[in-house]
């Protein structure tokens, strides 16, 4: 294979013109790009691109829309897995509950909330004992766990309690009982606003600090901060004046904070994130935005590895955490949601394909894995990924978050349109304010750049459009667009071909032709001269660094493999043919810092 530099791809989109109904007029198709640049890592926002823009794309029901395909196998994989033993209340209810009290429960009850909803599923049984029991693990304020001091500055109990509040809104979402409702209420009076005067001074060197007494947690440094998912999860429930001063407290402190020089756990960080886009969403306020694209920045910059996942923490590349794999997952996709840029779907497929779902494990449960491109704890860079060590007490159940929220993100809308910036066999019913239509999808996609849309209902009386991602890794002239088999002019908006004015019955088929080959490091500074390849968004691995490798370690580490997979070399040093110096594969460890399954 010749080696491509394709990284520095970027689609100059500048076709606008709008084009007619849909099925009329054919010619050829228009695709701008600027030459590839070498040796350079797939383009992120730049620092003049904080400015928020303002877009109203939003995501559809899990109700209204069928999944299929690869999401759909690896969610449901997941979903059996959540409901295995270790998760059952006997279990799951002891799991971590001293130090952490809530954390596993409530991740349990998030995980599977959301995947039943995605696999259309009625609530589990295991579930239902969950939410029936959980009040017993309740001190008279509501919470789990002892009573805390007035000041309520325990990070440990706080930050467990993120979990807690998180399946808590998610299941009184879904359910609407109104028990979790009350529970969450609770929570959020009798834990989290109270402790807004401890949240204004965390990690503050001043009197009013040293009389909070904080207790912080060992080696999860900042994980307080994973509370704002939880409690704008709960503001978005039930908004109060004292949540959204506690909130917007938490927000003010965390922006002073200097991540990288305490070592910050990045999964924290992340959770913060998506707490913080919410944030945006619900109170508008244009500062949260841009802190958010600062903070993913930051991630991406520091610490996110050669496969897309993450170093647990700033400075310390020990394993990666596929919390924060979801996370990031999470946070590039609606970065993008929010500010239209598609240098962020290009992340989020690259860390869907690459480092959420090889993550994944045979058992369906999630974990740790090495960090590719740093060195390891001998001082030897990490060239091998390698199939994942589980830590069923944490990412097992985020992991199950991630997939849902995968399949719900396959559609979006914006005003009249349906957008598909990921593809996956699936069936939606978009709902607008004049009727529904209902798309069938079938792909090839992430293997090739390959996808039918039949429109197999339709009620709406309004016209209605399609938008289609063209990846930045679409070759230039190879994107082709038809409407009921005749080919149509493309009509490019911010990489997303259009057709507009759908009717029942219409065929609309996009096919691309994927670029294949090296590209170089996702942080060439760092490591000059290293490359990795790809077939279009697929990082490909092989055995060894003097093979050119072909598969992509979807495939290798995929968890339907009867036997154990190779670790395979995804990141390649100097001339391909040479044995890198120092290669090696780091040994990630078998468990967090929590402790395990107390059974
Ligand atoms: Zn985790």
Redesign the pocket.
């Known amino acids: 294979m010749k080696p491509v530099f394709l990284a520095g791809i970027v689609l100059a989109l500048t076709v606008t013109a709008a084009i007619g109904a849909a099925g009329t007029g054919a010619g050829g198709n228009v695709l701008l790009a600027s030459p590839p640049t070498k040796g350079d890592a797939l383009p992120v926002a730049s620092s003049s691109e904080t400015e928020p823009t303002n877009t109203n794309i939003k995501s559809i029901d899990f109700a209204d829309l069928i999944p299929g395909g690869l999401l759909k196998a690896r969610a449901e994989l997941a979903f059996r897995h959540l409901q295995e033993d270790y998760f059952q209340w006997g279990s799951i209810s002891r799991v971590n509950f001293q130090p952490f009290p809530g954390d596993a429960i409530g ?1 349990t009850i998030n995980g599977l909330t959301l995947l039943s909803q995605a696999l259309h599923q009625p609530t589990p049984v295991s579930l239902q004992e969950i939410m029936r029991r959980v009040p017993e693990l309740a001190n008279s304020d509501g919470y789990l766990g002892p009573k805390l001091p007035d000041s309520r500055a325990n990070e440990d109990v706080l930050a467990a309690h993120n979990g807690y509040a998180c399946g808590l809104a998610e299941y009184a979402l879904w359910t609407k009982d109104p028990t979790a409702t009350e529970s969450l209420k609770r929570v959020v009076t009798n834990l989290f606003v109270p402790a807004r005067g401890a949240i204004a001074c965390y990690r503050e060197k001043s009197d009013a600090a040293a009389k909070v007494n904080w207790h912080l947690s060992g080696g999860d440094i900042g994980q307080l901060f994973l509370l704002l998912d939880g409690a704008t999860r709960a503001y978005e429930r039930n908004p109060s004046p004292e949540l959204k001063a506690t909130v917007e407290t938490m927000i003010a402190r965390y922006q002073k904070l200097d991540l990288v020089k305490i070592s910050a756990q990045t ?1 924290a960080m992340l959770s913060a994130t998506r707490g913080i886009l919410r944030w945006h969403e619900l109170c508008h306020r244009a500062e949260d935005l841009a802190f958010a694209v600062s903070l993913y920045r930051q991630y991406r910059d520091l610490a996110m590895t050669e496969t897309y996942e993450n170093h647990n923490w700033f400075n310390r590349p020990a394993w990666t ?4 794999v979801v996370d990031s997952f999470l946070v590039a996709t609606e970065l993008w949601r929010f500010t239209g840029k598609a240098e962020y779907l290009a992340d989020a497929h690259h860390i869907l394909y690459n480092g959420l779902l090889p993550g994944q494990l045979r058992n369906g449960g ?3 894995g090495p960090c590719v491109g740093a060195l390891d704890r001998k001082g030897q860079l990490t060239v091998r990924t390698s199939a994942h060590s589980e ?1 069923p ?6 992991g199950g978050e991630g997939l849902a929220r995968a399949i719900q993100y396959g559609y979006f809308l914006d005003g009249d349109a349906v957008v598909l910036p990921f593809y996956c066999d699936s069936t939606a019913t978009p709902r607008f304010a004049d009727g529904a239509i209902t798309i069938r999808q079938t792909t090839r996609y992430p293997y090739d750049g390959q996808v039918r849309v039949e429109i197999t209902e339709s009620t709406v009386t309004k016209r209605k459009s399609l938008r289609l991602f063209i990846p930045p890794w679409a070759l230039p002239g190879s994107v082709s667009l038809t409407v009921g088999g005749k080919q149509t002019p493309l009509a490019l908006v911010d990489p997303f071909a259009t057709v507009s004015g759908l009717s029942k019955g219409d065929v609309i088929e996009l096919a691309f032709k994927q670029a294949s080959g090296a590209q170089g490091s996702l942080h060439p500074a760092k490591l000059p001269g290293a490359r990795r390849y790809f077939h279009g968004a697929l990082l490909l691995g092989a055995s060894s660094s003097s093979v050119e490798p072909t598969k992509p370690i979807l495939d290798i580490l995929d968890p339907a493999q009867k036997v154990a997979p190779e670790s395979p070399v995804v990141l390649f040093l100097g001339d391909a043919a040479a044995k890198p110096a120092g290669g090696n594969q780091a040994t990630p460890p078998r468990q ?1 810092g929590r402790q395990r399954h107390p059974l």
Do not use: K, Q, V
Request: one cysteine or more.
């Open positions: 991740r999964h955490e596929a919390c924060a999630f974990g740790t830590a007490f944490c990412c097992s159940m985020r967090l």
